[in-house]
């Protein structure tokens, strides 16, 4: 939308995708599946993104992985801030692996009864 007063423009999207396949290569037998879901708005240039990315695959190679994947975003002024979490496992050569990652400045865990924060972890840096 473009406001002719204001010169302003706006805009929205909200984006959802789904994708399975099963391959049989030589014998080997692979499902997969991933989910895409992706929220994204932009005002006079500005634009704030969050995007929700799970998917797993199974296969008789014994080759597993799942893994989710939250991203905030907000592209402002030419810099890109964004704060995402990453939860995962997989089959590695050292045998299977968990993973959660989080990209952040401020780590918080909240008591929900008090609404105060129990763990509070700031990076300054």
Do not use: W
């Not at 932009?42 to 939250?70: H, M, P, Q």
């Not at 964004?82 to 865990?109: C, H, K, P, Y």
Request: charged share 15%.
């Amino acid at each position: 939308m473009n406001d002719p007063v204001t010169g302003l423009t706006a805009n929205a999207a909200a984006v959802q995708g789904l994708q399975t396949s099963v391959t049989n290569i030589d014998g080997q037998l692979t499902a997969q599946a991933t989910q895409i879901t992706s929220l994204t708005s932009t005002v006079n240039g500005v634009t704030s993104e969050i995007s929700d990315i799970s998917s797993v695959v199974n296969g008789t190679d014994a080759k597993l992985s799942a893994y989710r994947t939250l991203r905030i975003k907000i592209d402002a002024d030419g810099r890109q801030y964004v704060a995402g979490m990453t939860q995962s496992i997989e089959d590695t050569d050292e045998g299977m692996q968990s993973n959660t990652i989080f990209l952040q400045d401020r780590f918080s865990i909240m008591n929900a009864a008090g609404g105060k924060s129990a763990i509070n972890i700031h990076h300054a840096g």
